[in-house]
């Protein structure tokens, strides 16, 4: 790790190193926000896409928002910020674990996002989760074709345990 003297001289700490680091289906995953300045930007998708990462996570703000939706790279932010991070914010260290709210975040997790949020599986545990999150859609789907079928949406939980 750099020394916190040379840290402070560095744009933007050790994030290009971390973005350069990127590997193939991995997601970007940081924190440290600051409501002034955003931690993600079309740049960065772009090295990302070229290094085959998958998306980005960040615990804060991300802007060039028409640019990432063109390049069509998964970005889960807090919302947007025009202001960049340099020389506001710096990376002090990457692949460690990190914390995002009440969620651990360790190297190697598997990370999912779609248009409701994002969700963290930690590895160890990942076939676990996996299982139940198949069986709890198919129950959904059961629900579903039961209220579509006229239940109510009281008599389908008390079925089912559903909704």
Known sequence: METAAR????????????????????????SGSSPHYALW?????????MLGAV?????????DTEGILKMNFPTFSYGRFAQDQAPRG?????????????VLVNP?????????????????????VVIQALEKARGEKTV??????????????????IM
């Open 7 to 30: 840290m402070k001289n560095k744009s933007f700490g050790v994030m290009l190193e971390a973005l350069d680091d990127l590997k193939k289906n991995e997601v970007y995953v940081c």
């Open 41 to 49: 930007g079309e740049l960065m998708s772009t090295r990302a896409m």
């Open 55 to 63: 998306g980005a996570v960040v615990n804060g703000y991300s802007r």
């Open 90 to 102: 710096k990376v002090i260290d990457y692949r460690v674990p990190l914390q995002i709210d009440e």
């Open 108 to 128: 190697g997790d598997i990370v999912i996002g779609d248009m409701d949020g994002v969700c963290v599986i930690p590895q160890e545990i990942e076939e676990t």
């Open 144 to 161: 579903q074709k039961a209220i579509l079928q006229g239940m109510s949406a009281r008599d389908a939980f008390d079925k089912y345990g």
